[in-house]
C-alpha cells in the first residue's frame, strides 16, 4: 500500500501545488515514483478548480518540477480517512485543520516545518508579494520535503 500524502495551504494555489509538486519530483528521483500517493488542498474553498499561480508554476518549470496536473481543491473532512500524513504550511492552516478534526481521525497531521532541519514554523504566504517570495519559498519547501522524505522512508511508514 503506498502511504499517503496531503499537503495543506489556504488557497491551494501556491504553497501546497508546490509541496506535492517537490515531493513527488524527490520520490520519483529516488525510485519511490510508486511508494506514495501525493496531492495537496487549500482550508479555503475561494481558488477551487484553478491551476496552481503563474509565479509557482514558473518556479517550479525553473527546477524541472511540473504542477500541469494539479487544480486547486478545497480539504475535506474525508481527507482525515484518506491521508496517513497530513502536513500544514502555517499554524493557521493547522487550526483550522485541528477545529475539523474528528477525534478518531487516523492521519498524523502536523506542520510541514517540523521537518525543517532549520527549523521554524510557518511556511509564508507569498501570494501578496513579488517573484521573489516564490524562490525563498520554493527552497524552504523543498528542504522540507528531503527531510520528510527520508522520514517517511526510514519509519517504511
Ligand atoms: P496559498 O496562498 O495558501 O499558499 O495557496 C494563497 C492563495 C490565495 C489567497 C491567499 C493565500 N487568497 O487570499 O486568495
Redesign the pocket.
Known sequence: MPTRVLFV?????????LAEGIFRHLAEGAGLGAAFEVDSA?T?H??AGERP?PRARDVAKKNNVDLDQQR?RQFSPDDFETFDHILA?DRQ?LDDLLRRKPAEARADLRLLRTHDPEGGHD?P????GGRRGFDDVYGLIERCCRELLTTLRTDGA
Open positions: 495551504c489556504l488557497g491551494n494555489i501556491c504553497r501546497s501545488p487549500g479555503g475561494w481558488h499561480d486547486a504550511m492552516n511556511v504566504d507569498p501570494y501578496y
